[in-house]
């Protein structure tokens, strides 16, 4: 057990983190870096809403599944009803933390994922919906059931999606995707990929229908039912500037060169998330343990792979991250260590064992004061 001594004496360094009276929640003036808040999570929403109201630019929840399961922390058992009203309240109060440009990522099975959309959908718009990620959660078969499953889910809202869509990152290129570029007629430019110089003609002018010949004077016409992307002009400053490309030998489809120096952004994100990428269940079990050696995991955490990738889309450096599900403290330890500030709230003493110790000993890491309070009532 924990007792209030045992609290203090693990805070740490408090610099720069909003402070909270026990019981009216009432916040202490100056600045802040995070907040870690045990408590009934309705309660807390209700106590900071006026201070963050749309202030937070990500919030990620892990909600109970209800898949009738028992936990060692906690028990994922309600009618259907009772289970759909409370998290639709939940996600209501969340609505009101997100920046115009903030988005809500909610982590769910095949149990209520269709339920849960049609209640999401209520509450953002159907226009405000992004997407649905499937994330590969295990690697290994199920053999018990009939069918292996392999997946979860997690649902994207925005407040605006056009505006979410306009302001969200794209991801890092990899190495596998560097590979991709080469260079072999050594240009000067550096490495290179070629991608198709044809479109599809649906909606094409008559200047993109022409021939275009090659430096060897092999001539080459669009194949049916498709164009050349620009004019007879544009391609003939695109061959003399060495940004068409005809292949080794000079007799293939010309296609044009994109140079890796050149690409702004990065990749699109995709809807299909795999274990290689992002993790499993399992790889985050181990995470935690070897954080919290002895410590009694929870059985679904998140790997720290896919918050960082939901973070790293959905915010910058400085941004307002909410988990109003905390669990282990995989969110706020993401945002943590990626320099985003964070609001984290869980009502069990494992906000103590786990969350508090997890990020103290990364506060220690990074130089970030977490400071920890308890919500023993709203007044």
Known sequence: MFDEASIKDTVGDPSGVCLAEVGNMRLGGGNYNSILARG??????????????????????????????????????????VWISKLTRHVERLKNFLSEDGSIWISIDDHQVHYLKVALDQIFGRENFVSTIIWEHRKTREN??????????VLVYAVDANL?????????????????????????RGPWQSISLNVQAGHATRSQFHEITAPNGKRHTPPAGRCWMYTAEKVLDLIEDNRIWFGKDGDGV??????????????TPQTLWRADEVGTTDTAKKDVLRLLPGETVFDTPKPEQLIERIIE????PGDMVLDSFLGSGTTASVALRTGRRFIGIERGEHMISHCHHRLKCLAEKYGSGVRYFEVQGIL
């Open 40 to 81: 009934d999570n309705d309660l807390v929403l209700d106590a900071l809403g006026a201070r963050f109201h749309r202030m937070v630019r990500c919030i990620y929840i892990d909600p109970p599944y209800n898949n009738m399961e028992s936990y060692a922390h906690y028990d994922d058992r309600d009618r259907h009803d």
């Open 144 to 153: 018990r059931r009939a069918f292996s499953n392999n997946h979860e889910y």
């Open 164 to 188: 979410f869509k306009r302001r969200r990152n794209k991801l890092p290129y990899d190495e596998t995707v560097k590979a991709r570029f080469k260079n072999p007629d050594n240009d000067p």
């Open 254 to 267: 010309p296609r044009l060169k994109r140079f890796l120096d050149e690409i702004e952004g990065g990749l």
């Open 313 to 316: 889309i959905s915010t910058n």
